[in-house]
């Protein structure tokens, strides 16, 4: 294959990048086949009792076990840091929710990001496995912000009254939020964790960031493939100037 007007130089460079982007499908494949492979994880802790505003408009109770839909044994948890990280001094956007709330309790932009994007995503994997998003923060606040944010096919549930965010590491010891996502199957009546992005917490080298969720963020991907790639210093915004 080749372009209009490309130097043999440009070929003979773009073909041998080319050879390493098969050779990173065929590992991405291995490890996703490896995935598949694993043995059963551990029974889930406790059938947990999480809070969610209702399409009333009431907040109700939610067991964890009821987040399976009938013929759906699959469930993804994506943890939200709302609240953000203590040391994140982004600015809280413009949505009303979040403004009347002290930073340090409004929500993570990066977080908010790749759930802008995971919404869209989430209509057309939920034909298949359930999805939810798991915060910290009051389910009136949850969903205001989901409201204002536009989110229509995300579900939304605050953790505020359990611990299950500090049991499955997505809260630290000291309280703070991290965005782990996490898979879960249901077999029968047994719940039992299967996959968890640990690669959050793996040590990361020179000039990388955890990418533990990397594969699913559009964003990220979308500036990997451009000349300048990642944007240096810069980070994602609850909003943007017109």
Known sequence: MDFPNESAEYRAARDRLLAKEVEERRLMEDVA??????????????DYLFEEVDSSG???????SELFAPGKDTLVVYNFMFPRDPGDDRP???????????????????????????????????????FVVIAKTAATNLAAFGRERGWRFLRLLSAR???FKRDYHGETADGAQRPLLSVFNRTGEEIRHFWSSELLYAPTEPGQDPRHVGTLEPLWNLFDMTRQGRPVGWDEQLSYPE
């Open 161 to 163: 009254g359990n611990t």
């Open 92 to 130: 809280p956007g413009t949505e009303s929710s979040t403004r009347r709330l002290p930073l340090h309790e409004s929500p993570c932009p990066s977080c908010v990001a790749l759930l802008d994007q995971l919404d869209g995503a989430v209509r057309h994997v939920g034909v298949h496995l359930n």
């Open 58 to 64: 009431a907040v109700r109770k939610t067991r964890f």
């Open 33 to 46: 086949v490896a995935r598949r492979a694993l043995p059963e994880g551990g029974l889930l802790k406790e």
